[in-house]
Nanobody, 112 residues
Framework: QVQLVESGGGLVQPGGSLRLSCAAS????????MDWFRQAPGKERELVAQ???????SVPPSVKGRFTISRDNRKNTVYLQMNNLKPEDTAVYSC??????WGQGTQVTVSS
C-alpha cells in the first residue's frame, strides 16, 4: 500500500521560509516522478515543482527562484524548500507520486 505523508507546513511571515517533506512508504521515490501541488481556497490546483526519476527538477515561473524540490533517496523523502514566501503562497500543499498517489496535504499560511 502506497502512503505519502506531508509535513512541515505552518504559519510564516512574509519573506520567511519553510521546508515541506513528503515521506513515502510502499513506493520507491528514487525511481518515481514526484510533484508538489498547491491549492488555495477558491482556486484551481497548481503545480509548483517536479522532479523526475533521473533527478531533473523544474518549477513554474510563479515560484522560480524561490521554491526548490529535492529528494533524499536514503530517507525515501521528497522536499520542497520555499524561500521568500509571499501571502499569495498560502495554500494546502500536496505531493504526488507517479501521477497517481497523493498525500493528505499540509497547510501553509503566509501572513504577518
Amino acid at each position: 500500500q502506497v502512503q505519502l505523508v506531508e509535513s512541515g507546513g505552518g504559519l510564516v511571515q512574509p519573506g520567511g521560509s519553510l521546508r515541506l517533506s513528503c515521506a513515502a512508504s510502499g513506493i520507491t521515490l528514487s525511481i518515481s516522478p514526484m510533484d508538489w501541488f498547491r491549492q488555495a481556497p477558491g482556486k484551481e490546483r497548481e503545480l509548483v515543482a517536479q522532479i523526475t526519476s533521473l533527478g531533473i527538477t523544474s518549477v513554474p515561473p510563479s515560484v522560480k527562484g524561490r521554491f526548490t524540490i529535492s529528494r533524499d533517496n536514503r530517507k525515501n523523502t521528497v522536499y520542497l524548500q520555499m524561500n521568500n514566501l509571499k501571502p499569495e503562497d498560502t495554500a494546502v500543499y500536496s505531493c504526488r507520486a507517479r501521477s497517481t498517489y497523493w498525500g493528505q496535504g499540509t497547510q501553509v499560511t503566509v501572513s504577518s
